[in-house]
C-alpha cells in the first residue's frame, strides 16, 4: 500500500518540473553591479545629477526593458532611451539653474545611457555576458582616470600628436584597402599581413616614442636606454655615442644606454615573436629569454658600478612617419622573399646567411618573417628561434661598430666586456640549446 504524506508519495523521490536557470539570476545581477561600480565613481566626484542608487536603477531599467522588448519589439527600448535622456536633460538643467557653478560636461549622461544600453544587452541571454564586463570595466577606468588623461593630453606636443595622427593613417586608412592574398614567388608576399607586421612594429615603437616624449626631464639614464631600445636602439647608440664622443664626463651613463637599448631590443623582439607566433612560444621563446635575461644582468652588473653621471637624451626620431612605416614595410618583404628563397635553394645554412646580413641593420624585419615562417608550418620552431638569435648578435656586432666609430674609443671599452660576453652567451644557446 503506498503511502502519501502531504500529497507526496514517499516511495518515490521529489523531483522538480521547471529547473532553476542561473542566468534568471547571474545576469540582472551583473547588470545592478554593473550600475553600482560606475554610480559608485560618480557619486565620488559628485558630478552629474546621478549617483550610485540611480546608477543602479538605469541598470536594472535596462534589463527590464530589454525583456519586455524581446516580447513587444524594439521600439520599447527605444522609448526607454528617450525617457532616460528627457529625465538626465531635466535634472541637468535644475541642477543648473540651483548651482551657477554646475558644468557642461556630458560624462555622466553619456555613462548613464551606456550604463542602461549595458543592461538592455544582457537581457537577451544569447549575448555572451564577456562584452557587457569589458565595456564596463573600460567605462568606469575612463570615468577615475579624468585626471591623469587630461594630464596626458595636455603634456602632448604638435609632433607627438602628428604622429598618432600618422599611426591612424597608417592603421586604419592603410590596412583595411590591402589585398589579404598572396602574390609573387614561392607564395610568401601577403600585403594586408606585410602591412600588419609594419603597424606591430609601428605601435611598439610610437608607444616607446610617446613615453619618452611624456616623461620630459624625468628621463634619466635607465629610461633613457630603456625607451630608446622600444623606439629604436640602433638611433638610441648613435645619439649616446656621439654625447660620450662630446663629453668624456659622460661616458659611463652612454655606456649603459648603449647597452641597454641593446638589450631592451631583445625584449622587443620576443614581443613581436609572441604575437605573430603564440602558438610555438613555449619552444621558442625560453633560448630568447634566457639571452635577454644574461644581457640584461651584465648591463646592471656595469650600473652598480656607475659614476654619479646622468645622461638626458633627446627623443628619437617620430617612428609613425608614413615615410619610415614605407621603408621598413619594403625591407620586411624583402627579407621575407629572401629567406623563402634561401630555404628552397639553400636550405638552413642559406637561412642563417640571410639572419647575418639583414640582422646587421634590423633585426625585426627578420624576426617577422620568420615567426610567420614558424606560424604556417612552413619553418620548424627549432630552426626559427636560431635565426632570430643569429640575427640579434649580427645585430649586436653592428651596433658595436657604430659605438666604435662615433662614440671613440674609450666608449668603445667602456661596452666591449659586455657585448663579448653576450655574443659568447648568444653562440653557447646556439650552438648547445637542446
Not at 67 to 88: D, K, N, R, T
Not at 264 to 278: K, M, Q, Y
Request: overall charge positive; hydrophobic content about 55%; aromatic content about 8%.
Amino acid at each position: 500500500m503506498r503511502q502519501v504524506w502531504a500529497g507526496f508519495d514517499r516511495t518515490k523521490p521529489l523531483r522538480f518540473r521547471l529547473a532553476v536557470n542561473p542566468e534568471t539570476y547571474l545576469r540582472p545581477g551583473l547588470a545592478l553591479a554593473i550600475g553600482l561600480l560606475i554610480g559608485l565613481q560618480r557619486e565620488r566626484v559628485k558630478e552629474g545629477p546621478a549617483g550610485i542608487r540611480t546608477f543602479a536603477l538605469i541598470a536594472l531599467a535596462g534589463y527590464l526593458i530589454g525583456l519586455i522588448g524581446a516580447q513587444l519589439g524594439g521600439w520599447v527600448v527605444c522609448g526607454g532611451i528617450v525617457f532616460l535622456a528627457a529625465i538626465l536633460v531635466t535634472g541637468n538643467f535644475l541642477d543648473a539653474r540651483k548651482n551657477t557653478e554646475h558644468g557642461v560636461g556630458a560624462t555622466t549622461e553619456i555613462a548613464a545611457l551606456l550604463v542602461f544600453a549595458i543592461g538592455v544587452y544582457l537581457a537577451d541571454t544569447e549575448n555572451a555576458r564577456g562584452p557587457a564586463v569589458l565595456f564596463a570595466g573600460v567605462t568606469a577606468l575612463l570615468l577615475h582616470y579624468k585626471t591623469p588623461l587630461h594630464q596626458f593630453v595636455r603634456g602632448l606636443g604638435a609632433d607627438d600628436v602628428r604622429a598618432i595622427m600618422q599611426f591612424v593613417l597608417i592603421t586604419l586608412v592603410v590596412l583595411p584597402v590591402l589585398p589579404n592574398r598572396t602574390y609573387g614567388p614561392f607564395d610568401v608576399f601577403n600585403p594586408f599581413k606585410a602591412w600588419l607586421m609594419v603597424v606591430l612594429i609601428v605601435g611598439i615603437g610610437l608607444g616607446g616614442y610617446l613615453a619618452y616624449r611624456l616623461a620630459g626631464a624625468r628621463v634619466g639614464t635607465l629610461l633613457s636606454g630603456i625607451l630608446g631600445g622600444l623606439v629604436s636602439s640602433t638611433a638610441t647608440t648613435v645619439t649616446a655615442s656621439r654625447f660620450a664622443r662630446a663629453d668624456g664626463r659622460q661616458i659611463t651613463a652612454a655606456a649603459i644606454i648603449v647597452l641597454l637599448a641593446s638589450s631592451i631590443s631583445v625584449f622587443r623582439v620576443l614581443v613581436e615573436v609572441a604575437v605573430v607566433n603564440p602558438q610555438d612560444l613555449l619552444e621558442t621563446a625560453p633560448p630568447l629569454a634566457t639571452f635577454l635575461v644574461v644581457f640584461l644582468l651584465l648591463t646592471l652588473l656595469l650600473y652598480r658600478r656607475r659614476s654619479s653621471e646622468v645622461l638626458h637624451l633627446d627623443p628619437p626620431a617620430n617612428p609613425a612617419g608614413l615615410k619610415s612605416a614605407v621603408l621598413f614595410g619594403v625591407l620586411f618583404v624583402v627579407v621575407l622573399f629572401g629567406v623563402a628563397a634561401a630555404r628552397h635553394y639553400l636550405g638552413n645554412a642559406g637561412l642563417y646567411g640571410i639572419a647575418v646580413i639583414s640582422g646587421l641593420t634590423d633585426v625585426d624585419a627578420i624576426t617577422l618573417s620568420t615567426a610567420d615562417l614558424m606560424r604556417t608550418d612552413s619553418l620548424e620552431p627549432s630552426t626559427g628561434w636560431r635565426i632570430i638569435l643569429i640575427a640579434a648578435l649580427a645585430n649586436l656586432v653592428f651596433k658595436g661598430g657604430i659605438v666604435a666609430v662615433t662614440g671613440g674609443r674609450t666608449l668603445f671599452l667602456r661596452v666591449l666586456p659586455v657585448y663579448v660576453a653576450a655574443l659568447l652567451t648568444g653562440l653557447g644557446i646556439l650552438f648547445f640549446w637542446p
